[in-house]
Structures are given as C-alpha cells and as structure tokens.
C-alpha cells in the first residue's frame, strides 16, 4: 500500500445537501475541497493555498467580508422588492391586456352588426326604389285614366239627344 502523505492540518468532512452541493457546482466549485475551502476563507476573511495554509497579504479581515455580505444582502433585498414591483406592474399589465382583448371582442362584433345593419340598408334602398318605380308607373296610369276619363266625357257630352223643345201653343 502506498503511503500517504503527512499534511498538517485536520481533515473536514460534512454533508450538504444535493440541492446545495448541485448550485455550488453550477457557480463552478467541483472539487470538494475547494468548496470547504472557499467556505472557510469567506469565515476567517483570509485567502487558504492549495495545501491548507494561509496565504499571506490576502487578509481581508471579518468587518469588510461582513460589509461585503450585507450590500450583497442588500441587493438581494433590492432585487427582490424590484421583482415585487415587476410581478405587481406584469399583473396590472396583464388585466389591461385582457380589458384590451375584450374591447377588441365588442368591437368585432359591433362590426359585424354594422355590416349586417349596412346589407338590410341596401336591401331597404332597393325596395323603396322598386316601390317608388311602382308608384310612378301607377301615377302614368292614373294620368292615362285621367285621358281617358275626359274623352269619355266628353264623347258622353257628344251622344246625349239633343233636344230643343220648340213651345207650341196651343191654337184653341
């Protein structure tokens, strides 16, 4: 068996979660020992080498990690009221839409009653023509009659006995 080598330090071992090892390994951390790491520098505030040391000049110290966090917290926060907004403002938005849709849906319809109110109107137009040409057809017969009526009359006038009635006296 190969021996292993002695290193300073404590071996960690611990668990997580999958849910949390799988977000860690999308930031890119597949290593687990860089993830315990990572982990431990971001406590201390101090950059960790390869081998477990602690590298030096990269002390960053607890207040400024501390600082770092909470704007970091604070943008989180910032963010999330911000998607608040934006859910609140997608909302408004939507029921606008749907007013919108709807007001589209009347006004649909209302054009069809119009272009079926215009063909009625056509059909209208064209029965009262044909009704006016009925009635001047009607008012040229009417006027023949009348032309008729008057020679009738008139050949009436002709025809009647015409009498003269002479007085006779009577010689007694």
Same mark, same amino acid.
């Given at each position: 068996?190969?021996?292993?080598?002695?290193?300073?330090?404590?071996?960690?071992?611990?668990?997580?979660?999958?849910?949390?090892?799988?977000?860690?390994?999308?930031?890119?951390?597949?290593?687990?020992?860089?993830?315990?790491?990572?982990?431990?520098?971001?406590?201390?505030?101090?950059?960790?080498?390869?081998?477990?040391?602690?590298?030096?000049?990269?002390?960053?110290?607890?207040?400024?990690?501390?600082?770092?966090?909470?704007?970091?917290?604070?943008?989180?926060? !910032?963010? =999330? @009221?911000?998607? +608040? %907004? /934006? &859910? #609140?403002?997608?909302?408004?938005?939507?029921? *606008?839409? $749907?007013?919108?849709?709807?007001?589209?849906?009347?006004?649909?319809?209302?054009?069809? !009653?119009? =272009? @079926?109110?215009? +063909? %009625? /109107? &056509? #059909?209208?137009?064209?029965?009262?023509?044909? *009704?006016? $040409?009925?009635?001047?057809?009607?008012?040229?017969?009417?006027?023949?009659?009348?032309? !008729?009526?008057?020679?009738?009359?008139?050949?009436?006038?002709?025809?009647?006995?015409?009498?003269?009635?002479?007085?006779?006296?009577?010689?007694?």
């Amino acid at each position: 068996m190969p021996e292993e080598k002695k290193r300073s330090g404590v071996k960690v071992c611990g668990w997580l979660s999958d849910e949390v090892f799988s977000k860690l390994v999308e930031k890119g951390y597949k290593s687990h020992t860089v993830i315990v790491r990572r982990g431990a520098e971001l406590i201390i505030g101090q950059t960790i080498g390869e081998h477990g040391e602690l590298l030096e000049g990269t002390t960053k110290g607890t207040i400024e990690n501390n600082r770092e966090q909470a704007e970091d917290t604070g943008e989180q926060r !910032e963010q =999330i @009221e911000n998607a +608040g %907004e /934006l &859910r #609140e403002q997608l909302e408004e938005q939507r029921e *606008q839409v $749907e007013a919108l849709k709807a007001e589209l849906d009347k006004a649909e319809n209302d054009k069809k !009653e119009h =272009i @079926e109110a215009m +063909g %009625e /109107l &056509r #059909e209208l137009r064209a029965q009262v023509r044909e *009704q006016r $040409e009925q009635l001047e057809e009607k008012d040229r017969h009417i006027d023949t009659l009348k032309g !008729e009526l008057s020679k009738v009359e008139r050949d009436k006038e002709d025809l009647k006995p015409r009498i003269t009635i002479t007085s006779c006296r009577s010689r007694l």
